[in-house]
């Protein structure tokens, strides 16, 4: 059974950093694409990045460079880094795995969510 458990999540202030982690336990498969996304309140699931099994970044359009997204793959972990947070980046974020088509919304593993509020 896969599963995939966020990190690092928390109340912060406008302008600080956040590193969040998904960490991937069970069988995917080798080097699996992951991604993150986020949902607000009453909002829509939204695409925040992606990284493929060779490395490749795909990133929101609102994203412009305030979020990193890395992998560890020696530790099945991915990670998001958020800096120059502003309160409108206040989301549930949560990561997936293994890509089953469209890497900007086709997974086959989801995570739970690190919760990310952001104090104006």
């Known amino acids: 059974q896969v599963q995939l458990v966020e ?8 302008g600080d950093t956040l590193r969040l ?26 695409f925040v990045a992606a990284i493929s099994s060779g490395g490749y ?24 880094t958020l800096n120059s947070l502003k309160p409108e980046d206040t989301a549930l974020y949560f990561c997936a795995a293994e890509s089953s088509g469209n890497i900007y919304n086709s997974y086959k593993y989801w995570g ?9």
């Open 21 to 46: 982690s998904c960490a991937v336990s069970g069988r995917t498969v080798s080097r699996p694409a992951m991604a993150w996304f986020r949902q607000a309140p009453g909002k829509e699931r939204e």
């Open 112 to 120: 739970q969510g690190t919760q990310v509020t952001v104090a104006s």
């Open 57 to 80: 970044v795909y990133a929101g359009d609102f994203v412009k460079g305030r979020f990193t997204i890395s992998r560890d793959d020696g530790k099945n972990t991915v990670f998001l």
């Open 7 to 14: 990190s690092g999540g928390g109340l912060v202030q406008a």
